[in-house]
């Protein structure tokens, strides 16, 4: 098997042996159909908190903010500290309300600089994906989260 | 009588740069459990190391070995992996499916807590 290119009008014809080329990206093409992965898997990083309380993390923060996943798409979050606040967020359109959520943590980063962690509980029915997306939208504003409510 | 290969030379060619670009090398070689839909997150890469938990919705594996979801099971189970691993590694990895409830995962992080394993992480399908 051979394929010929002729060159300009009195040039030197040549053949050009494709045949090892197609075996190697035959052998290639294989190798890579087998260990390609087409999904790419990545890490959530959170602590354990117990108790239900807020987690000591090493840099213990003098504020315990712990946001709790409720039926229906509610948020209920609480700030315990030298201010106590407790307020419920309502799902928008059928959905959870990250907007206010965040914005709410944002202003209270503001207000407290050393606000680095936050702890994320759930009602026993609440489905792991529920809870991931809420971590990766927390995880944006706070850096250290730890899941509690044990 | 030739045969000209030239095409398939130019397909092959295309195949191949088409899976050289979405091979993938990062530092996370797991093979998810057969089964398990992986909830979808951005996230970041890094390289796993700990114990592995994979939670289907009717079975949790801890390092490949079932365990029933019983306080005690779960206790012994974490018990085994702390006794092989030094008291510095406090990781485990877990992989569970999306509609796995959230009491499942009480259950589990409440043993593994009271066993010294305090930093979760949680593998995602990466989503763009």
């Known amino acids: ?150 | 009588m030739s045969l000209n290969i030239t095409s398939m030379a130019d397909i092959f060619t295309i195949l191949l740069v088409f899976l050289l670009k979405s091979f993938n090398m990062g530092a996370i070689n797991i093979e998810p459990t057969p089964g398990v839909s992986l909830p979808a997150a951005k996230a970041e890469q890094i390289s796993v190391d700990g114990v592995r938990i994979d939670i289907t919705m009717t079975d949790i594996m801890v390092e490949g070995v079932k365990v029933p979801l019983t306080p005690d099971a779960l206790n012994q189970a974490f018990r085994e992996q702390r006794g092989r691993r030094p008291a510095s590694d406090a990781k485990i990895y877990i992989l569970s499916d999306e509609k796995v409830p959230y009491s499942t995962m009480k259950a589990l992080l409440a043993s593994a807590a009271t066993n010294g394993f305090s930093e979760v992480n949680l593998v995602v399908a990466e989503r763009e």
């Not at chain 1, 290119?5 to 080329?21: C, H, K, M, Q, Y």
């Open chain 1, 1 to 150: 098997m051979s394929a010929s290119s002729g060159g300009d009008g009195g040039g030197l014809d040549f053949e050009l042996n494709l045949a090892p080329i197609i075996d190697c990206f035959t052998v290639l093409i294989t190798f890579l159909l087998v260990s390609t992965s087409f999904i790419s898997l990545s890490v959530l990083e959170a602590g354990v908190a117990m108790e239900g309380t807020a987690a000591e993390m090493p840099s213990t923060p003098p504020l315990s903010v712990i946001v709790q996943l409720g039926d229906a798409h509610t948020l209920n979050y609480s700030i315990n500290g030298p201010e106590t606040v407790a307020k419920q967020l309502d799902a928008k359109e059928g959905r959870w309300d990250f907007e206010s959520l965040l914005t709410d943590l944002r202003q209270l980063k503001e207000r407290r600089p050393d606000f680095k962690a936050i702890t994320i509980t759930a009602v026993n029915s609440t489905e792991y994906k529920e809870v991931v997306t809420v971590l990766e939208a927390v995880k944006a504003v706070v850096p250290e989260i730890t899941l509690g409510g044990f």
